[in-house]
């Protein structure tokens, strides 16, 4: 049987494609490895964009999300600044007239949402299905899966949703490690956070910390063998250290949970299309996470994926013309968030003087600069285009 379409992962990104495409006569097949009701890897925190939660609004999941305790909180000021230098920049939702800048949200909360929300729909999601590659032809795509005598799955257009872009060998891509790792946790504070995420930018490299629940979701990027250094602490040591770098002004650390480290890269492709083949969420583009941008652009990625399928004729699906298309409509905001995102790890990252005297001066101009201040806030809400 020739799909209209085949979705390789139903991880959120995979899964919000199945959603917008399910009231439509496209016929959709979803292969994900993971058991039905199963989350793969460990809960983490997802900084999810105004734009983000329209996009859940218009597939009728955010009702669902919000009602589950805890499983989305809304960010209503970002207080970004340097340890050791001048400057700081408040972005706060009342000034940009919305109710919260961004939310943190469960990564777990929003699959299990998906999975709930995709059900009750008739795109057919066949879970437990490794996928070993997908192959492009001239007039379908055939993904092989993993199992002796499993029948490949056959798609006028495949759309690679896998988190790494594996199942989609063939494709170049290009590779930058950070040297540096992401170290996370759960962060519990005497004072309630109120709404407010910290981006704080120090010699060691950021730290964010993301209101979620009762607690922060922290960020700390450090060096390789600096995160060994503190995850050997005990508790009470790292909370120590922690205070140290974050400055005075926001202690009060009281207790941490699930410390837990993974590696920094930056990994994209510049294409992300081979024939009748698409690479879209994290199998696309993997950002730092410092800005809070690679699940938004990959959710952009999976509702103009939806919109273009929507408006190209069957037979013309996976065609050159319609991925063309796509990639043309998603080129400015893709480059635009990977640049972004690059240039603020750059820029931040490095702690030479002569760099944190502009940096701190940039942080200040554009906290007094309204338009410089809005085109910021715009980007980080919505993306660029
Ligand atoms: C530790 C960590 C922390 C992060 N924190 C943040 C953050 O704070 N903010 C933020 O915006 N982003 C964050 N990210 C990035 C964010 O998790 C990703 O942007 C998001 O998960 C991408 O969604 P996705 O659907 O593209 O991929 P994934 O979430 O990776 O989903 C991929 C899906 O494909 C399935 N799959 C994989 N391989 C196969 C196969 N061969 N066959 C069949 N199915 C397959 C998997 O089971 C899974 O369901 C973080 C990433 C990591 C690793």
């Not at 989350?39 to 900084?47: I, M």
């Not at 964009?49 to 999300?65: M, P």
């Not at 080129?331 to 603020?344: C, P, Q, S, W, Y």
Request: glycine share 10%; hydrophobic share 50%.
């Amino acid at each position: 049987m020739l799909n209209d379409v085949v979705i390789v992962g139903a991880g959120p990104v995979g899964s919000v494609l199945a959603l917008a495409l399910a009231d439509s006569d496209i016929d959709v097949a979803v292969l994900d490895e993971r058991a039905a009701g199963e989350t793969l890897r460990g809960d983490r925190s997802l900084a999810l964009s105004h734009g983000a939660r329209l996009i859940f609004e218009r597939l009728g999941i955010w009702d669902a999300l919000t009602a589950v305790r805890g499983a989305a909180t809304p960010i209503v000021r970002i207080d970004i600044s340097q340890a050791g230098g001048f400057g700081q920049m408040e972005l706060a939702a009342e000034e940009q007239g919305i109710p919260a800048l961004g939310y943190v949200v469960s990564y777990r909360a929003l699959q299990a949402a998906l999975d709930t929300a995709l059900a009750r729909t008739s795109v057919a999601v066949r879970h437990g299905v490794t996928v070993k590659s997908v192959d492009g032809k001239p007039a379908f795509a055939a993904v092989e899966l993993e199992g002796a005598g499993a029948e490949p799955v056959l798609a006028r257009l495949a759309a690679v949703a896998d988190g790494t872009g594996e199942a989609m060998a063939g494709i170049a891509r290009q590779r930058h490690d950070y040297g540096q790792v992401a170290l996370v946790g759960k962060l519990w504070r005497a004072a309630p956070h109120n709404g407010v995420a910290y981006e704080r930018f120090t010699p060691d490299g950021p730290i964010a910390l993301l209101p979620q629940s009762d607690h922060y979701g922290l960020v700390w990027t450090v060096t390789p063998n600096r995160a060994r250094e503190l995850v050997a602490l005990d508790d009470v040591a790292f909370l120590d250290q922690l205070a140290r770098h974050f400055g005075t002004q926001t202690g009060g650390f009281l207790r941490v949970a699930d410390r837990r480290e993974f590696p920094l890269v930056l990994e994209f492709a510049r294409e992300p299309a081979l024939a009748r083949c698409v690479a879209l969420g994290n199998a696309a583009q993997t950002l730092h996470p410092v800005a809070g941008q690679g699940f938004n652009v990959g959710l952009r990625d999976a509702w103009e994926l939806a919109d273009v399928v929507l408006d190209t004729p069957r037979e013309r699906l996976g065609d050159r013309a319609m991925l063309e298309r796509y990639l043309r409509g998603r080129r400015t905001d893709r480059m635009a968030g990977i640049a972004f995102t690059h240039g603020l790890v750059n820029v931040f990252g490095n702690d030479l003087p002569f760099v944190r005297w502009p940096r701190g001066l940039a942080l200040t101009l554009l906290d007094a600069v309204p338009a410089a201040k809005r085109a910021f806030t715009h980007a980080m809400l919505f993306g660029l285009r």
